[in-house]
T-cell receptor, first 116, second 112 residues
Framework: NAGVMQNPRHLVRRRGQEARLRCSPMKGHSHVYWYRQLPEEGLKFMVYLQKENIIDESGMPKERFSAEFPKEGPSILRIQQVVRGDSAAYFC??????????????FGPGTRLTVL | GEDVEQSLFLSVREGDSSVINCTYTDSSSTYLYWYKQEPGAGLQLLTYIFSNMDMKQDQRLTVLLNKKDKHLSLRIADTQTGDSAIYFCAESIPYNTDKLIFGTGTRLQVFP
């Protein structure tokens, strides 16, 4: 059973380009979380998705960022018109259940985005 | 509010015990976690504690929770060089999601 997979592992973009980050959850997991880690900081929650639904996007910047988790295929975090401040490590986590019970989130290796 | 704080650095000698501290503010937290992050890698869950417990022990790891003071600690016994990493505490917020609120991380350096 493969763990959470993210690709690409490293992504370089110039200012104004688009970045697309992919996350394949663990087999059997239907809950996906995205977190962002700025240099020398902890992880900050961005968005929580279930298949075809955004459940909580309270941590997403209001503009340029979007996320989806289609019925088939990986979850995608999309950043339009990237700026230097978007440079960070983006981590995806998946879980079997969501809600109020114990719910271990398994983390992927992250995508390190560098904006030139 | 949601805020989790940790000291930034800890340096210990190999074989000694390490104690990493964390304070949190959301008293409705259900679970509190300790994660380990090695350079260039993702996060590995080390252990967790339910908020109605005071202590949990798992091999070399001991977690202490003082709910009154909202203080969480992780003790690593017989610290090894392989324990050198960044350690994050996190709390889960029990509303309709289980998003994790992370601390700033403590960089543990173990020297021989």
């Amino acid at each position: 059973n493969a763990g959470v997979m993210q690709n690409p592992r490293h992504l370089v973009r110039r200012r104004g380009q688009e970045a697309r980050l992919r996350c394949s959850p663990m087999k059997g997991h239907s809950h996906v979380y995205w977190y962002r880690q700025l240099p020398e900081e902890g992880l900050k929650f961005m968005v929580y998705l279930q298949k075809e639904n955004i459940i909580d996007e309270s941590g997403m910047p209001k503009e340029r960022f979007s996320a989806e988790f289609p019925k088939e295929g990986p979850s995608i975090l999309r950043i339009q018109q990237v700026v230097r401040g978007d440079s960070a490590a983006y981590f995806c986590a998946s879980s079997f259940t969501g809600g109020r019970s114990y719910n271990e989130q398994f983390f992927g290796p992250g995508t390190r985005l560098t904006v030139l | 509010g949601e805020d989790v704080e940790q000291s930034l650095f800890l340096s210990v000698r190999e074989g000694d015990s390490s104690v990493i501290n964390c304070t949190y503010t959301d008293s409705s937290s259900t679970y509190l976690y300790w994660y380990k992050q090695e350079p260039g890698a993702g996060l590995q869950l080390l252990t967790y504690i339910f908020s109605n417990m005071d202590m949990k022990q798992d091999q070399r790891l001991t977690v202490l929770l003082n709910k009154k003071d909202k203080h969480l600690s992780l003790r690593i016994a017989d610290t090894q060089t392989g324990d050198s990493a960044i350690y994050f505490c996190a709390e889960s917020i029990p509303y309709n999601t289980d998003k994790l609120i992370f601390g700033t991380g403590t960089r543990l350096q173990v020297f021989p």
